[in-house]
T-cell receptor, first 112, second 113 residues
Framework: QKEVEQDPGPLSVPEGAIVSLNCTYS??????FMWYRQYSRKGPELLMY????GNKEDGRFTAQVDKSSKYISLFIRDSQPSDSATYLC????????????FGTGTRLTVIP | EAGVTQSPTHLIKTRGQQATLRCSPI?????VYWYQQALGLGLQFLLW???????NRGNFPPRFSGRQFPNYSSELNVNALELEDSALYLC????????????FGDGTRLSIL
């Protein structure tokens, strides 16, 4: 079993839709949770960074972490064609174990 | 503020050769991480350097090695290249005390012929 599981999609939605992206994980030591966006031929770009459980909102993006269920989500409201990219969840235990464990990524296409 | 920069953008080698990839972190960041993004395998952790020391390495053979220089820049060396080493190699940097998120460069595409 991989440490981080992510539905690879692809996911195709109309412009303006709400998008829900999810990851599950198995290692209860993970405390830091991130979502990255990766455009073709580019490196991952940090979208959201959360510590432990809870919600975090930044503009059209909301990240949720449920450590009891080992489940994290990213919601994108009012999706735009420019949101078309691959979305990667990532997590780490921190405290000297800073290396990130990534999901395989979900490819999102927002259709105008 | 300049982001993480990596060079070269693309590197073509043949089997058995050696490759050197370079990374300059964001100014002020002391930690540099290397990841491999191979087709179908996702991003996998290779190496972590902080303050010039190797702090952790992923499940890769010893022919993957690197170092961090006094100015915190880093290089990744891959010896005895194999076809399966073809991948995008990504460098990230961060502060670690307290733990901060990692910021990535755009990578070096290594192609093995």
């Amino acid at each position: 079993q991989k440490e981080v599981e992510q539905d690879p999609g692809p996911l195709s939605v109309p412009e303006g839709a709400i998008v829900s992206l999810n990851c599950t994980y198995s290692n209860s030591a993970f405390q830091y949770f991130m979502w990255y966006r990766q455009y073709s031929r580019k490196g991952p770009e940090l979208l959201m960074y959360t510590y432990s459980s809870g919600n975090k909102e930044d503009g059209r993006f909301t990240a949720q972490v449920d450590k009891s269920s080992k489940y994290i989500s990213l919601f994108i409201r009012d999706s735009q064609p420019s949101d078309s990219a691959t979305y990667l969840c990532a997590m780490s235990a921190g405290a000297g174990a800073n290396n990130l464990f990534f999901g395989t990524g979900t490819r999102l296409t927002v259709i105008p | 503020e300049a982001g993480v920069t990596q060079s070269p953008t693309h590197l073509i080698k043949t089997r058995g050769q050696q490759a050197t990839l370079r990374c300059s972190p964001i100014s002020g960041h002391t930690s540099v991480y290397w990841y491999q993004q191979a087709l179908g395998l996702g991003l996998q952790f290779l190496l972590w350097y902080d303050e010039g020391e190797e702090r952790n390495r992923g499940n890769f053979p010893p022919r993957f090695s690197g170092r961090q220089f006094p100015n915190y820049s880093s290089e990744l060396n891959v010896n005895a290249l194999e076809l399966e080493d073809s991948a995008l190699y990504l460098c990230a940097s961060s502060l670690v005390r307290p733990p901060q998120p990692q910021h990535f460069g755009d990578g070096t595409r290594l192609s093995i012929l």
